[in-house]
């Protein structure tokens, strides 16, 4: 078997049994589909899907959920730990997701030219970007909206060596998250793209008509909590009062990572 | 805009000795021959003569924002105008700024977009009234002007920087084919938008809007597109950005930012504080009763506004500040108030002043 073309896959479930299988099965039904498991973020038993890899059945997260930033880290922390695989990369996703596109040789096959590249954000149809990408496939970028992301093996052992995570759990709805990911990879003089050879769209149906069966907060209010508690965590942690100020953090380290990498020529869109 | 807004612009350019634009669209004040604005009844001519009078130490740009065709006026009489008549209404707009001696005008024919024009038409257009301002300025032997161009209409401009570049690489383009002068700014889109008493756009707001480019992309992505070209931008619709909007400004490299309602929102604002405070109910029903019967306001409610009638009142009240039932009752109310022994005036140009002054602390005004 020859495993490098192959990427994994994790999906967030809360209480959302069947939606989750049903992404699984989904997913399964590709080419070059490695593990495909869940990872569960305290659902009731009787939500658990069949193809749990990984559960927190702590009562903090049958009470409050995971969210993506605890859930992706327990997520990737089986993933490195005990997962019987040798992709090199692994695509983390809430269960929300719909696929838009899996070509997933193609994609790897173009990330594994820059070995600098650590992780790939699926750009969905909606994004700002996917009108850019009529010409292009891959795209160096650092700005990019929380949602589903790849990463890989080597960035996610070096992240856990470092801190034994990869996203901060204490930023517990992932404001801003991807924000802060690129700064620690352009730091590191790595890099990330954007692309749609892989692509999703989000179903907000479940969060909008099923929160409560999710046993989560309304849209409007998560939405609400996401930036009052985030905007808490950017001051109290980084003394900063907006986004802006993370953002020109990640701006002046990608603009050093393509001054000092000349030899990148992964395209960008501005 | 109003003659309180004048005055504290002037004082405030004045105290800082640097330059501001005060810069009236064609329904504010426009060519006496044209019927002038609302703005105080002032026509260009009255408006130019006030502002030289009082601005000692120079510091004020005479400027024009939006001028094109249709942009005084779209209808006459319930009929639509014609090109011709809007184009000949623009050129008189024009030659009377040119020969009052305005230091900027913004060339803006886009409204020819919902008038059946296409693209490439605004484009001669704005050429068109280019040159023609140039006759003008030479005509009469004056000095150089600046000029602006693009739109801030979101339906009517690129928000894409890859397209307001393109837009921009063939306005100049055929600007130096005809060896025009090149414009000092460009009108971008930064994610700027004023809708009732906020801005709603995307520029501050705290998380992603889906399909438009996140603020920190866009701008410096726009900075870049204006400074490989050798033009500065210019971002409208500044109104009601937050502090710490504002202070992102300077340090994204925003080289000028319009400011229209919020000024005259900070004039109604105290008028009707001043009135509250001391019970003049009979004053406020009347004021209120006047402004919503208007309608003004209805232009820049959202759909299923929520806004309550003060709100209304005080997004539209400025726009009849001039009108002559307005002035009666605000001057009656300034006398009932002198009798309790307090200056209107002096309440409503504090207001006005604070209002300005926000934005030019964030712009650098107090640094030297």
Not at chain 2, 108 to 132: E, F, M, P, V
Request: charged content about 25%; hydrophobic content about 35%.
């Amino acid at each position: 078997m020859n495993t490098k073309n192959e990427l994994d896959f994790l999906i967030i479930n809360r209480n959302l049994k069947n939606v989750t299988n049903n992404l699984i099965m989904d997913l399964k039904s590709h080419e070059n589909v490695g593990i495909v498991g869940a990872v569960d973020a305290g659902s009731r038993d009787e939500e658990i899907s069949k193809h749990t890899v990984v559960r927190d059945d702590s009562y903090e997260a049958k009470a409050y959920g995971l969210r993506i930033n605890r859930g992706y880290n327990l997520g990737l922390n089986w993933w490195i730990k005990h997962s019987n695989t040798n992709s090199n990369w692994v695509c983390l996703l809430p269960n929300d997701s719909i696929i838009e596109n899996m070509e997933i040789v193609k994609l790897l096959g173009e990330v594994d030219n820059y070995e600098k590249c650590q992780a790939i954000v699926p750009i969905s149809p909606l994004s700002a970007y996917s009108k850019y990408l009529i010409d292009k496939n891959i795209f160096l970028n650092w700005h990019f909206a929380e949602g589903p992301i790849i990463l890989k093996r080597s960035l996610v052992e070096y992240f856990f060596k470092q801190k034994n995570l990869v996203f901060d759990n204490d930023n517990f709805r992932g404001y801003l998250s991807f924000i802060y990911l690129a700064i620690e990879i352009y730091a590191n003089n790595l890099c990330m793209v954007g692309s749609n050879l892989i692509s999703f769209s989000e179903n907000e149906d479940f969060l909008i008509n099923n929160f409560n069966l999710i046993e989560t907060e309304s849209i409007d209010e998560n939405k609400n909590l996401l930036i009052k508690e985030g905007l808490l965590i950017l001051g109290k942690k980084y003394g900063l009062e907006s986004r802006l100020g993370l953002e020109l953090i990640g701006r002046l380290l990608f603009e050093e990572f393509k001054k000092v990498n000349p030899d990148i020529d992964i395209p960008t869109i501005f | 805009m109003s003659l309180e807004v004048i005055d504290s612009i002037i004082e405030l350019a004045d105290k800082y000795r640097k330059k501001i634009s005060i810069i009236p669209s064609r329904r504010q004040i426009d060519a006496k021959s044209l019927g002038g604005g609302y703005v105080n009844k002032w026509s260009t001519e009255e408006f130019t003569n006030y502002v030289r009078a009082a601005d000692k130490g120079k510091h004020i740009w005479l400027s024009r924002d939006h001028s094109g065709p249709w942009q005084l006026n779209e209808t006459v009489n319930g009929v639509m105008v014609n090109f011709e008549d809007a184009m000949e209404s623009c050129k008189e707009s024009l030659k009377v700024d040119i020969e009052c001696g305005f230091d900027l005008i913004h060339l803006d024919a886009s409204l020819g977009l919902k008038h059946g024009r296409s693209s490439s038409q605004i484009l001669d257009d704005t050429l068109y009234l280019l040159n023609y301002c140039e006759e003008i300025r030479i005509e009469n032997n004056l000095p150089e002007i600046n000029y602006e161009i693009g739109s801030d209409e979101q339906s009517q401009i690129p928000t894409d920087p890859l397209e307001a570049e393109e837009q921009l690489n063939l306005y100049l383009k055929n600007i130096k084919k005809n060896s025009l002068p090149k414009p000092t700014f460009y009108v971008i889109q930064t994610g700027t938008k004023v809708a009732e008493t906020r801005n709603i756009g995307s520029f501050q707001s705290p998380f992603n809007v889906e399909q438009v480019l996140p603020t920190s992309v866009q701008i410096p992505a726009i900075l870049k597109i204006c400074q490989e070209n050798g033009i500065f931008f210019k971002e409208h619709n500044s109104d009601y950005l937050n502090n710490e909007s504002l202070s992102w400004h300077r340090r994204f490299g925003i080289n000028a930012a319009n400011i229209a309602p919020e000024f005259g929102v900070a004039h109604t604002k105290a008028i009707l504080h001043a009135a509250k405070l001391w019970g003049f109910n009979s004053f406020l029903s009347s004021f209120t009763e006047y402004v919503l019967d208007n309608k003004k306001w209805e232009k820049w409610t959202v759909p299923k506004t929520k806004a309550d009638n003060y709100e209304k009142v005080i997004i539209a009240g400025h726009y009849h500040l001039s009108d002559e039932y307005i002035i009666k009752l605000v001057r009656d109310l300034d006398c009932d108030l002198k009798l309790k022994g307090v200056s209107l005036g002096e309440s409503i140009k504090g207001s006005i002043k604070n209002s300005i002054d926000r934005y030019l602390q964030y712009f650098g005004y107090g640094l030297f």
